[in-house]
């Protein structure tokens, strides 16, 4: 697609429950990242993306988040048990590969709300 | 490890003024750097990088950086604020050696331009 596209916009859920988020990055970026952004705070390193290569999921706060990447486009960010202090905008990234001196495309993100 | 700082959460500046946004990082190597631009309910958009060469960069909608390396700064500027450049900005960086694959962003600058 022309721009890293995420689902839903908005999502509200109730303590407890499970949240997935969708990212759908650039045609042919094959680096992909998920960062999270809490009100006042700077962007927090989720999860990375390279190809066909193991994810880096040095970022994710808990084993409550995981993430998946299917056939090196479409990914995942999965919530389980979902707390208060998930409450941020999730951002993903799209990149073409993870030479350091690629800039990202950011999708618009989701906002979570867990109430 | 990587890191980056923006020591000013607000800056305020009149429209038609010169604007300064501060940055400064801290690598073991030599540093990939960025500057991202944040309109409300947005993802972050690119504005500039520095990666070699000319220490002055130039960028998106008349912002440039310079890069300093014995300060370990690459403040973000422009010459004449508008007040359409109200918005929050992220400087990141990514160690050129480091064995991180992501970039690492600042905790965000609120600029406000005042007509």
């Known amino acids: 697609g022309a721009g890293v596209s995420q689902s839903p916009s908005n999502k509200v859920t109730e303590k407890g429950k499970d949240v997935e988020l969708r990212c759908d990055p650039i045609?042919?970026?094959?680096?992909l990242y998920w960062y999270r952004q809490s009100l006042g705070q700077g962007l927090e390193f989720l999860i990375y993306?390279?190809?066909?290569?193991?994810?880096?999921k040095s970022g994710l706060p808990s084993d409550r988040f995981s993430a998946e990447r299917t056939g090196g486009s479409v990914s995942t960010l999965t919530i389980q048990r979902t707390q208060q202090e998930d409450s941020a905008v999730y951002l993903c990234?799209?990149?073409?590969?993870?030479?350091?001196?690629?800039?990202?495309?950011f999708g618009s993100g989701t906002r979570l709300t867990v109430v | 490890a990587q890191s980056v700082a923006q020591p000013e959460d607000q800056v305020n500046v009149a429209e038609g003024n010169p604007l300064t946004v501060k940055c400064t990082y801290s690598?073991?190597?030599?540093?990939?750097l960025f500057w991202y631009v944040q309109y409300p309910n947005r993802g972050l958009q690119f504005l500039l990088k520095y990666i070699t060469g000319d220490n002055l960069v130039k960028g998106s909608y008349g912002f440039e950086a310079e890069f300093n390396k014995s300060q370990t700064s690459f403040h973000l500027k422009k010459p004449s604020a508008l007040v359409s450049d109200s918005a929050l900005y992220f400087c990141a960086v990514r160690d050129w050696g480091g064995s991180a694959r992501q970039l690492t962003f600042g905790s965000g600058t609120q600029l406000t331009v005042l007509p």
């Open positions: 045609s042919g970026h094959t680096a």
């Open positions: 690598v073991s190597g030599n540093p990939y």
């Open positions: 990234a799209s990149s073409l590969g993870d030479r350091g001196n690629y800039g990202y495309t």
């Open positions: 993306f390279q190809g066909n290569s193991a994810p880096d």
